[in-house]
């Protein structure tokens, strides 16, 4: 759990809801209903559906009375009223942005951390569905997971109102997870809610919980929550497992974790061949392996796009493949418009989904408007603050942009969320490149390299030492660029760029051609991109450039 300074107040209470989950005859989707539970139960017992309706219970608004000062008003409210005085009183904390903080998981099972960090993530993306208030990414958030930091400091560092957090436990057939939305104010303090429900049914946690927490939101803001769909399909419990392992292995951003994270995409897809959010899981996680290199641009960003759209044809209300649509729309096909109109629809849909943002970003930079990437990056930051590759690519962005203090202390400022993250001390060398300072580059190349090495920091590795002067050197790299075996996949581009700083333009536009040919990603950052500005004169480079076909 998470220490905070200040215990809540004396009336902080929990009720337990028992989820009961029965397939919809009409249309196979799944009913959830949440009956209140002795607190501690362990089964989570409901009451007898022919028990009067539940009214006020008295030892909690005693205690609420006592905490307000109000008791001969409350005496006799419902605990509807009630809550909704307590949620719009005078001193009411209005709460615009919130993050939920990692599930911790009590479980002795290890392999339990993955369901756990599922659910969180799930229960994030439901968030955005139910509720119109900012919600910050889950990859921040799990920086947070088992800290000792106290409430205050996370909600400063995260820069929202309030934080949900909680717990989760899997015994045997059974999950219970505890959840409760905490200000740091003692103006406003809400419930904890005790969640028991079989394992089976554990896809229905994630659409209950956000519907609550976000009723009690809105509560505050005096506003109805966003509607959702009424109706929710569930595959079978082992699908979800495997979805949510996917999802598990895929917040992890490296090479193997991605391969990983594609298996259990396709193994939940064995168990539910219509389950569409595996589909969007292996459409994102193509564009990465992509993006990153690790498989060519051809064989990447096609199967983006092929899962993409299979995941919505059979849910085209999904964000996330709208989003890696558009990415190898326009990172693959070159086809500007169309990924336009998928970002526009994705962030539509879902506007907290930082990937939208950041991706959206990267689209800015390609057609060559460095502020509007600029705009994009920075709010995809606001929904995910710790993510270290949103901090770097914004570095990087400023760069494209030509400001390059705010480049160094953006660079900077990642490095000290991860003093040994890579693309950081890339980005640091991107800096030192647009300002000459290639000594300077250098170092940090190679710092990056040492921390592990990708296509893109060898490359880079290799321009720098041209630039400086180091042929030798730079000769050395371009060898090793273009005998390069597998895992990773390098660009044409790549290896146009080294030629381009070396001097050598024939075999620069050579390769920027094949680069075109093969469909290589990285060529759509032809028209920022400094590391080959000395080819801009050419007479061979506006046609290349008219090829790609990028909007004015």
């Known amino acids: 759990m998470y220490a905070y300074s200040g215990e809540l107040d004396a009336w902080r209470a929990a009720r337990t809801i028992a989820i009961k989950c029965e397939p919809d005859p009409n249309d196979g989707a799944v009913k959830v209903e949440a009956e209140e539970a002795p607190l501690g139960h362990p089964e989570g017992a409901k009451r007898s559906t022919d028990a009067p309706a539940r009214g006020p219970r008295p030892w909690l608004i005693g205690s609420i009375m006592a905490a307000v000062g109000v008791s001969g008003f409350l005496a006799g409210m419902p605990w509807s009223g009630l809550r909704q005085f307590v949620a719009r009183g005078p001193n009411v904390v209005r709460i615009q942005s919130l993050a939920m903080l990692p599930l911790a998981n009590l479980s002795s099972d290890a392999e339990q951390e993955y369901l756990a960090d599922g659910m969180t993530e799930q229960i994030v993306a439901q968030l955005a569905k139910v509720s119109s208030v900012r919600v910050i990414s889950p990859s921040s958030a799990m920086h947070y997971k088992n800290t000792k930091k106290a409430l205050t400091e996370i909600v400063r560092e995260l820069n929202v109102d309030a ?54 939101i809105h509560a505050g803001l005096g506003t109805q929550p966003s509607g959702s769909r009424a109706s929710e399909k569930y595959p079978d419990p082992e699908t979800y497992e495997n979805y949510l392992r996917g999802r598990h292995f895929l917040a992890m951003r490296n090479a193997e974790a991605m391969k990983k994270a594609v298996t259990y995409f396709h193994q939940a897809l064995r168990g539910e061949p219509r389950y569409a959010p595996a589909y969007a899981g292996l459409a994102v996680a193509y564009d990465l392996l992509g993006s990153y290199e690790v498989l060519p641009s051809n064989e990447s960003f096609s199967k983006a796009k092929q899962f993409a759209n299979q995941a919505l044809q059979l849910d085209n209300t999904l964000a996330e493949a709208y989003t ?52 994009e990056l920075k709010r995809a930051r606001e929904l995910d603050p710790l993510s270290l590759p949103i901090n770097a690519t914004l570095g990087r962005v400023y760069r494209d942009a030509g400001q390059y203090e705010e480049a160094l202390q953006q660079c900077r400022r990642t490095l000290d969320l991860h003093p040994l993250f890579a693309m950081g001390h890339w980005c640091l060398s991107q800096v030192y490149v647009g300002q000459k300072r290639y000594a300077a580059a250098i170092a940090e190349l190679e710092l990056a390299n040492s921390l592990g090495t990708t296509p ?97």
Do not use: C
């Open 163 to 216: 934080v949900v957090e909680g717990s989760f436990l899997r015994s045997g057939t059974r999950i219970r997870m505890t959840v409760q939305l905490v200000t740091t104010s003692r103006e406003l303090h809400f419930p904890a809610d005790v969640y028991e429900v079989d394992a089976r049914n554990a896809q229905a946690l994630p659409l209950h919980v956000a519907r609550d927490i976000g009723s009690k």
């Open 324 to 375: 890696a649509r558009a990415m190898a729309a326009f990172f693959w096909e070159f086809n500007w418009s169309a990924a336009d109109q998928d970002f526009q629809r994705a962030m539509a849909l879902d506007p907290n989904l930082a990937l939208a943002h950041h991706w959206y970003g990267e689209y800015w930079t390609s057609v060559g408007k460095a502020d509007r990437a600029v705009a």
């Open 456 to 552: 893109l920091q060898l490359r880079d590795l290799g321009w720098a030492h041209a630039a400086a002067g180091n042929t030798a050197k730079a000769r050395e790299i371009l060898q090793a660029l273009k005998h390069s075996s597998q895992p990773t996949s390098v660009s044409p581009y790549s290896i146009a760029v080294v030629h381009a700083a070396l001097g050598e333009k024939d075999e620069a536009f050579r390769w920027l051609n094949r680069a075109y040919a093969e469909r290589d990603s990285q060529i759509t950052y032809l028209a920022l991109d400094p590391e080959i500005d000395s080819l801009r004169s050419d007479s061979r480079f506006p046609p290349l450039l008219k090829r790609l076909q990028i909007p004015p």
